[in-house]
């Protein structure tokens, strides 16, 4: 990659983020028009990044970057070959639309701008995301993407429905984050290497590592959480509470498909093994059918293409995980079909209700005459989520059907769930795309007419889309699919399926799953019924069990929090002093890392020993004064007897700032007492003063025999040397002692200043409220 290459490259990476600071100024200034503009952000991308395909088609890996933290081999660095290409499109190309789309949507809304900065500061995380090289970089944009789209989903965020799902969203894929960083980290310990494009050669070594099965649950863990498989499903639906235009970007192409990039990206290294090929297909036919199901009980547009998406990327999971010889290319086909018909049909669900006020099935029929563009464009996106020649869905459909099909009971039980979900699917399709728009007409909140071209072109074109690749499958399958696969399967692959169809047991599979789609679609109310008695019986739900693990946490949190910060100072200083006793007698006595204890010596000057008496008989006057003022005074006793000492020993600079640290503490001290009204001494019983004095002279006791320690030990003079070869020639000062304070330590000396600071402006509060009390 030329430098003038990787600095477009770069610049097409920052360019989403760029579009988000404009925005709200833009929309200030162009209103709901801002969208046009807008789009040239995410369309320029779109642009540049096409034009690697060329070297992508021929098999190459682009690489590039920069280094952040070479010590540390950390970069921002990006790895383009046919998987991140492919997301790298699809975000783009989609994101493009999205914001026409949502110019349109949010018409008139007051915080439009707010809108478009916030779709475009997630575009611009899912595309570092999907091309991200490093590690850290990967984990980066992966949590920016969770924290982006909290803001999204949360956008109405005066509804508590909004704000609780947007939290639900948070906390799950952000703590699945969590898992991913653990993961990444031991993949860092066990490989030595921090970029993916360097990973893909350890695939030996990680399969043959005895940290495989923690580090695929670590992985596990955050892909699907992210990509809502069972039991971490609840989250997407709920995130149906955003605007639509969220739910067509997020839910349907982009964010729920990063824990599947994660898979795939990770199955050349993590793939072909007894574990992997038992979990995600089991997890992923079971999100499958659950999702499907769940479909079926809704009647808002939005919910059952919310849940037909959970079941999709539950199929998505079963096939990247499946190990047979047609999964990797259909998984990459159903990837790219998912994202076209999904996309527009959640569009086409915005559409009717913002047309026709309401997304209810059951209140809806007629619409066709008053919105035919909205029902071309849905009819066309149900036709590929369907799977029906010729359109792009009915190859991914057979492709999979071919993965699947087999003769063993683990081939049989999942092309059996696979024909249930798809099935269902079906009937969700054509439920959203006949439903509303056939039938006698019916009225509606708002009086139904075709919604404005930023409306309806999006959906249009991704339907449309989705049925000229499937007539053009061959350059689709050169320029797409092909590549994309080969990136998945770690190996060149090359798909060939085309639209029209060749009778064969996929064929017949997938005749059977459109038989049984239809046979839903004309008893869906039966269906709707029969599935809502089904969730009714089973009663308790993942959805009800993160209110309880919330509400749980919160308890537990408040109560441990009562515990230890029960509002009693005594409560607070007895406990920090028993733990600091612990920490300095510990070491000593249970593990034997005391200090030599000294032989009392023979002969003592006396001047020192009259020093040591003066000590003793302060401490004899702090115990028993008779009142707290005159104990504050016998306190000070001591500390002018250590000053003492400096000074008997050569060091008359520390012996003055002992002398005036001592006054000063005895001063505030007495003038802080006598403001308080506390009673003239302490009244407490005998069994409460007792602990007291245990920990104090365990605090004593302790510090005296941590010193004797450090005094025992080899003296280091390069410190000193130190100082006195540099005080002189770079501070330019005589006195070492105060340039060690001033200079060398003068961040230190300041904290020093702001902690007595900050201590006489809590003596002072404490002051004038009892003031305020008296």
């Known amino acids: 990659m030329t430098p003038d290459t990787m600095g477009l490259t770069f610049l097409a990476f920052c360019l989403p983020f760029l579009g988000a600071l404009v925005a709200p100024g833009l929309t200030r200034l162009l209103g709901h028009n801002a969208a046009w503009p807008l789009a040239l952000v995410p369309l320029a991308v779109f642009l540049h990044f096409l034009g690697f395909n060329a070297e992508i088609t021929r098999g190459e890996i682009v690489t590039g970057g920069y280094a952040w933290v070479p010590s540390y081999n950390v970069s921002f660095s990006w790895l383009i070959d046919g998987l991140s290409l492919a997301f790298l499109l699809l975000i783009s190309g989609i994101g493009a639309l999205i914001v026409l789309y949502a110019g349109g949507y949010l018409k008139g809304h007051p915080h439009q701008g707010r809108f478009f900065s916030f779709i475009l500061m997630f575009m611009g995380a899912m595309l570092g995301l999907v091309a ?22 949360g956008f109405d965020h005066a509804r508590e429905a909004s704000r609780r799902a947007a939290l639900q969203a948070l906390v799950v894929t952000g703590g699945g984050g969590l898992f991913l960083l653990a993961g990444l ?41 992210k990509s809502a498989q069972f039991p971490f499903h609840f989250w997407l639906p709920n995130a149906m509470e955003a605007p639509t235009p969220v739910s067509a ?104 209700d913002h047309e026709a006020g309401t997304r209810d ?52 039980a999942f092309t059996l769930a696979a024909i249930i979900g798809n099935g269902l699917m079906f009937a969700v399709a054509f439920a959203v795309a006949l439903k509303p728009f056939l039938g006698p007409a019916v009225e ?115 109560g441990v929090t009562r515990l230890l910060q029960p509002g009693r100072m005594e409560i607070y200083m007895t406990a920090t002093f028993a733990v600091i006793a612990l920490a300095l007698l510990v070491p000593p006595v249970v ?104 920990i104090a002279i365990a605090c004593g006791l302790g510090f005296a025999l941590y010193l004797l320690k450090v005094v025992q030990g080899r003296f280091d003079p390069a410190l000193t040397d130190f100082f006195n070869l540099y005080s002189k020639t770079i501070a330019h000062g005589a006195n070492v002692v105060n340039v060690i304070i001033v200079d060398f330590r003068g961040t230190d000396t300041l904290g020093e200043i702001a902690v007595v600071m900050v201590t006489g402006l809590a003596v002072l509060s404490i002051i004038r409220i009892r003031k305020g009390r008296a």
């Open 249 to 352: 970007y997020l839910h349907s192409a982009t964010m729920v498909k990063a824990g599947v990039y994660l898979l795939m990206r990770l199955n050349p290294v993590m793939g072909d093994t007894p574990a992997w090929e038992i979990i995600l297909p089991a997890f992923g036919g079971l999100t499958l059918l659950v999702g499907s199901v769940l479909a079926i009980r809704q009647s808002d547009l939005k919910l059952m293409l919310a849940y037909t998406t959970v079941a999709s990327l539950g199929l998505l999971v079963m096939l990247t995980g499946y190990g047979s010889e047609h999964a990797v290319a259909a998984a990459a086909l159903y990837l790219v079909a998912h994202s076209l018909f999904k996309g527009a049909l959640f569009m086409v669900a915005g559409l009717i």
């Open 591 to 694: 593990f034997g890392e005391g200090p030599r204890l000294p032989v009392w010596p023979a002969h003592i000057p006396f001047h020192e020993l009259a020093v040591i008496v003066l000590a003793i008989v302060g401490i004899g006057a702090v115990l028993t004064a008779r009142s707290r003022l005159a104990a504050i005074l016998a306190l000070g006793i001591q500390g002018f007897c250590v000053a003492l000492l400096f000074l008997l020993f050569g060091a008359p600079d520390l012996a003055f700032t002992q002398f005036m640290i001592e006054t000063l503490s005895v001063v505030i001290l007495a003038l802080a007492m006598t403001r308080l009204k506390l009673t003239p001494r302490d009244h407490r019983p005998l069994r409460e003063k007792i602990p007291d004095a245990v």
């Open 132 to 153: 991200s090289d490093s590690f850290l970089m990967l984990f980066v944009f992966w949590e920016l993407t969770s924290i982006t789209s909290f803001l999204l989903i």
């Open 444 to 558: 509606t909140p708002k009086h139904a007419h075709e919604g404005p071209a930023l409306l309806w072109i999006g959906p249009m074109l991704l339907a449309a889309k989705g049925l000229t690749i499937g007539l053009f499958s061959a350059i689709a399958h050169a320029m797409l699919t092909s590549p994309l696969a080969s990136a998945i399967a770690g190996k060149p692959e090359t798909v060939t399926i085309s639209a029209v169809p060749h009778f064969s047991v996929p064929l017949v599979l997938s005749l059977a799953t459109v038989a049984f789609g239809v046979l839903v679609f004309l008893w869906i109310d039966t269906a709707r019924a029969a599935a809502n008695r089904l969730i009714e019986d089973i009663g308790w739900g993942p959805d009800r069990g993160f209110d309880q693990a919330m509400s749980g946490l919160v308890r537990g949190a408040t």
């Open 185 to 225: 980290l031991l993949l860092w310990n066990v490989t030595d290497v921090t970029q993916l494009s360097l990973l893909m050669s350890f695939g030996a070594e990680v399969r043959a590592s005895p940290y495989y099965l923690p580090l695929l649950f670590l992985i596990l863990g955050g892909a699907f959480t």
């Open 361 to 412: 099935i059951t209140k809806l029929g007629g619409l066709r005459r008053a919105m035919p563009v909205t029902f071309l464009a849905a009819l066309l996106a149900a036709l590929s989520m369907g799977g029906l020649p010729p359109f792009f869905g009915f190859l991914a459909k057979e492709e999979v059907y071919a993965a699947l099909a087999g003769s063993s009971p683990r081939a049989i």
